[in-house]
Nanobody, 124 residues
Framework: QVQLVESGGGLVQHGGSLRLSCAAS????????MGWFRQAPGKEREFVAS????????YLIDSVKGRFTISRDIAKSTVYLQMNSLKPEDTAVYYC?????????????????WGQGTQVTVSS
């Protein structure tokens, strides 16, 4: 069992930055690939980014490439999503997820545990 707790969300202006954190507890953090998802009001949950179990591989969707960075600190059992140049369309509840595999996981299938989410609001 893995427990995930996101933090770092908030209200930011267009062009601003936020860093989301996802703290994991329970089973060995380094054996899980991690991902970030988001869900905007009235929309389906969307995959945003993934990082492999040791952090050697990452994947981001096209709409956030060049603006977002995913990283992990194994010693702190934490995964991060650094978000720069934020746009109003990035407004959503952001969730982290963990999947018991070594490589990146693109899409929702393969993730076993989910956090409760943190709200990100970007004003225009």
């Amino acid at each position: 069992q893995v427990q995930l707790v996101e933090s770092g969300g908030g209200l930011v202006q267009h062009g601003g930055s936020l860093r989301l954190s996802c703290a994991a507890s329970g089973r060995t953090f380094s054996t899980y690939a991690m991902g970030w998802f988001r869900q905007a009001p009235g929309k389906e949950r969307e995959f945003v980014a993934s990082i492999s179990w040791r952090g050697g591989s990452t994947y981001l969707i096209d709409s956030v490439k060049g603006r977002f960075t995913i990283s992990r600190d194994i010693a702190k059992s934490t995964v991060y999503l650094q978000m720069n140049s934020l746009k109003p369309e990035d407004t959503a509840v952001y969730y982290c997820a963990a999947g018991y595999t070594r490589g990146i996981i693109v899409g929702a299938r393969g993730y076993d545990y989910w956090g409760q989410g943190t709200q990100v609001t970007v004003s225009s």
